[in-house]
């Protein structure tokens, strides 16, 4: 794997003196709370900054200190002296911004999925971390940036939110040792908890309802499955990040190994996600559909309608099971 030194990463946020800091599409609290915190580190030490993801901030992370620097575009015009990508397995999952980010010279790819990074230049690609807030938490520590409070909410959001609360099999005695230190810096685990996972908008709890209601199994019932149409997310009044966090449900399913969620997107191809027990790696059937992901979360898109999506899917899934 190419990895750079901590050494050279602080270094790279030393010299530089403004910066673009790119996430990626469909935002999670790993790829936001890491940019937030970055966002924040950076104007601190004086540096002129610009937060940007291809797709909107969820309002479930709108809680974020930092988050209010996050845009949709580059400032018209604004020319930059480096660029950190955080949370991206390639410059593909910038979406929109990945052209833009092809130009930098100068760039820093925190990431902790199996890919190598573009090349470009720097890279702080850890897979065996559980976040990039684990690494981002290293790199401010190389740096000697106080980690204050903002920053500890920030970076513990995109820990617990990657680790799924602790639960997932990513969790080592370093993850508990940082969130420690987060908390101790003034990070609260309640406050995060409550933000993201235990307030839910109408819309969103009225779609979780409509993909519940339609769970299906498969393979002996060890794959489980729903989805999500266009129909539905506009009956429910809901947009596509309110499908976040369903495809966890629909794993739960008693005796599944593998949950999955189909979502009609709004140019009528189809999302997948992927979700599956520890010791099933899942990963290998998002990247044979051209995406890619974690051993226990992984997804992809397909250029299908919806129920095309699912037969394909399914199919390859109830093969891949041995059936
Ligand atoms: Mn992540």
């Known amino acids: 794997?190419?990895?750079?030194?901590?050494?050279?990463?602080?270094?790279?946020?030393?010299?530089?003196?403004?910066?673009?800091?790119?996430?990626?599409?469909?935002?999670?609290?790993?790829?936001?709370?890491?940019?937030?915190?970055?966002?924040?580190?950076?104007?601190?030490?004086?540096?002129?900054?610009?937060?940007?993801?291809?797709?909107?901030?969820?309002?479930?992370?709108?809680?974020?200190?930092?988050?209010?620097?996050?845009?949709?575009?580059?400032?018209?015009?604004?020319v930059y002296d480096a660029a950190i990508v955080v949370d991206c397995d390639g410059l593909g999952r910038a979406g929109e911004l990945a052209q833009t980010l092809r130009k930098f010279n100068r760039m820093l790819e925190i990431?902790?999925?199996?890919?190598?990074?573009?090349?470009?230049?720097?890279?702080?690609?850890?897979?065996?971390?559980?976040?990039?807030?684990?690494?981002?938490?290293?790199?401010?520590?190389?740096?000697?940036i106080e980690i204050d409070s903002h920053i500890a909410d920030c970076l513990l959001t995109a820990i617990i939110t990657d680790t799924g609360s602790?639960?997932?099999?990513?969790?080592?005695?370093?993850?508990?040792?940082?969130?420690?230190?987060?908390?101790?810096?003034?990070?609260?685990?309640?406050?995060?908890s409550q933000k993201v996972y235990d307030t839910r908008t109408l819309s969103a709890t009225k779609l979780l309802?409509?993909?519940?209601?339609?769970?299906?199994?498969?393979?002996?019932?060890?794959?489980?499955y729903t989805s999500v149409s266009k129909a539905q997310m506009a009956d429910a009044g809901a947009d596509e990040s309110e499908t976040e966090g369903i495809v966890n449900y629909v794993r739960s399913v008693k005796g599944a190994e593998i949950g999955v969620l189909f979502r009609e997107s709004s140019d009528?191809?189809?999302?997948?996600?992927?979700?599956?027990?520890a010791g099933v790696d899942?990963?290998?059937?998002a990247r044979m559909f051209g995406g890619g992901g974690h051993k226990v979360a992984a997804g992809c898109s397909l250029n299908l309608p919806l129920t095309d999506a699912i037969d394909k899917v399914l199919e390859a899934l109830i093969s891949w099971m041995g059936y």
Not at 166 to 192: E, M
């Open 166 to 192: 602790y639960r997932f099999t990513n969790v080592t005695p370093d993850t508990l040792r940082i969130s420690a230190d987060l908390v101790q810096a003034g990070g609260s685990p309640c406050k995060i």
């Open 1 to 78: 794997m190419i990895k750079n030194s901590f050494q050279e990463a602080a270094r790279f946020l030393i010299d530089n003196r403004s910066f673009l800091i790119a996430g990626h599409v469909n935002p999670d609290g790993d790829t936001l709370g890491g940019m937030c915190a970055l966002a924040l580190a950076l104007k601190r030490m004086g540096k002129e900054v610009a937060a940007v993801c291809a797709d909107e901030v969820p309002d479930s992370y709108r809680f974020l200190p930092g988050s209010e620097y996050i845009m949709r575009q580059i400032p018209k015009g604004a």
């Open 282 to 285: 899942i990963s290998p059937i």
């Open 268 to 277: 009528g191809g189809t999302r997948i996600s992927l979700r599956s027990v």
């Open 209 to 224: 309802g409509y993909a519940l209601s339609s769970i299906c199994t498969a393979a002996d019932g060890r794959i489980a």
């Open 111 to 144: 990431d902790h999925h199996q890919g190598e990074g573009s090349g470009i230049g720097l890279t702080l690609i850890f897979s065996t971390a559980a976040s990039c807030g684990e690494i981002i938490y290293n790199l401010m520590q190389q740096a000697s």
